[in-house]
């Protein structure tokens, strides 16, 4: 098989070896250190961590003024500590770049 741009990268596939299904009360010390990154559902995971890894400062920017990716604010983190919901995670140190997955 020959590598086209169509096959994912290096990077894209490595972080995506590291992305696990997570329970919330794995992640409220991360949460209470402020590294939580919460990724709207539209985007990709892997994705937004490969950006933030590679440092793609335009993407990250622009989803950060979209309100796509944020630090996780404490009434999202209530909600996922009262609703137990299925989290996937993804560490890009210092960052943990967290998704609700439905």
């Given at each position: 098989?020959?590598?086209?741009?169509?096959?994912?990268g290096a990077l894209y596939?490595?972080?995506?070896?590291?992305?696990?299904?997570?329970?919330?009360?794995?992640?409220?010390?991360?949460?209470?250190?402020?590294?939580?990154?919460?990724?709207?559902?539209?985007?990709?995971?892997?994705?937004?961590?490969?950006?933030?890894?590679?440092?793609?400062?335009?993407?990250?920017?622009?989803?950060?003024?979209?309100?796509?990716?944020?630090?996780?604010?404490?009434?999202?983190?209530?909600?996922?500590?009262?609703?137990?919901?299925?989290?996937?995670?993804?560490?890009?140190?210092?960052?943990?770049?967290?998704?609700?997955?439905?």
């Open positions: 098989m020959t590598h086209s741009d169509a096959n994912p596939t490595k972080l995506l070896g590291e992305t696990a299904k997570i329970d919330w009360q794995d992640l409220e010390r991360f949460f209470a250190q402020g590294k939580l990154l919460s990724v709207a559902r539209d985007l990709d995971l892997v994705s937004v961590a490969e950006a933030i890894a590679s440092d793609d400062k335009q993407s990250v920017s622009a989803w950060l003024s979209a309100g796509l990716v944020e630090r996780m604010q404490a009434q999202t983190a209530s909600d996922y500590a009262e609703r137990k919901p299925e989290l996937w995670a993804v560490v890009v140190s210092p960052w943990v770049c967290v998704q609700e997955r439905h």
